[in-house]
T-cell receptor
Framework: NAGVTQTPKFQVLKTGQSMTLQCAQD?????MYWYRQDPGMGLRLIYY???????DKGEVPNGYNVSRLNKREFSLRLESAAPSQTSVYFC?????????????FGAGSRLTVL | DAKTTQPPSMDCAEGRAANLPCNHS???????VYWYRQIHSQGPQYIIH???NNETNEMASLIITEDRKSSTLILPHATLRDTAVYYC???????????FGTGTRLKVLA
């Protein structure tokens, strides 16, 4: 099992450009999440999707949009990138019905906005 | 979800037990305590979780005080590979907002 796969692993953008971070999980989890982590900081929740067809804002949603394309895939879009969005982005999934509802994370996508 | 307080950093000698404390004085009766760790810039990794009773798995032990206001993660024989940032999280198991704090940076010394 691959678990949670994120693409791309690295990306450099210019201010104002747009891009989409892709995330796919093969564990049949219902819930998926996007986090960002700035240098020396903890993870902050951007958006989450409790189940296919639903999305909700987390702690820091401004400047981002998400799409839960199907049960496996959850994408994060930056419409007009800003230097403040330079960060490492982590996608995660979990199965709330499993009791523990443990998060499984991807390897991260490192984004630099110039 | 209740807030947690952790020391920003700790050192531990290789081979010794690492005891990482977490304060969660506002925890409610149904909230679980979860521990994750993050090695370098990898995605966080689940370690253990518990509600009231002490828990042990192949990675660590979790000791929760009787009043549930604090807990301790124990790595019984720390190795250099245990050097990481450790996050203590309190949450209801069927909620979706997993909120991470800044964690404890554990450095295992040779």
């Amino acid at each position: 099992n691959a678990g949670v796969t994120q693409t791309p692993k690295f990306q450099v953008l210019k201010t104002g450009q747009s891009m989409t971070l892709q995330c796919a999980q093969d564990m049949n989890h219902n819930s998926m999440y996007w986090y960002r982590q700035d240098p020396g900081m903890g993870l902050r929740l951007i958006y989450y999707s409790a189940s296919e067809g639903t999305t909700d804002k987390g702690e820091v949603p401004n400047g981002y949009n998400v799409s839960r394309l199907n049960k496996r895939e959850f994408s994060l879009r930056l419409e007009s990138a800003a230097p403040s969005q330079t960060s490492v982005y982590f996608c995660a999934s979990s199965e709330p019905g499993s009791g523990a509802n443990v998060l499984t994370f991807g390897a991260g996508s490192r984004l630099t906005v110039l | 979800d209740a807030k947690t307080t952790q020391p920003p950093s700790m050192d531990c000698a290789e081979g010794r037990a690492a005891n990482l404390p977490c304060n969660h004085s506002t925890i409610s009766g149904n909230e679980y305590v979860y521990w994750y760790r993050q090695i370098h810039s990898q995605g966080p990794q689940y370690i253990i979780h518990g509600l009231k009773n002490n828990e042990t798995n192949e990675m660590a032990s979790l000791i929760i005080t009787e009043d549930r206001k604090s807990s301790t993660l124990i790595l019984p024989h720390a190795t250099l590979r245990d050097t990481a940032v450790y996050y203590c999280i309190v949450r209801l198991p069927r909620t979706y907002k997993y909120i991470f704090g800044t964690g404890t940076r554990l450095k295992v010394l040779a």
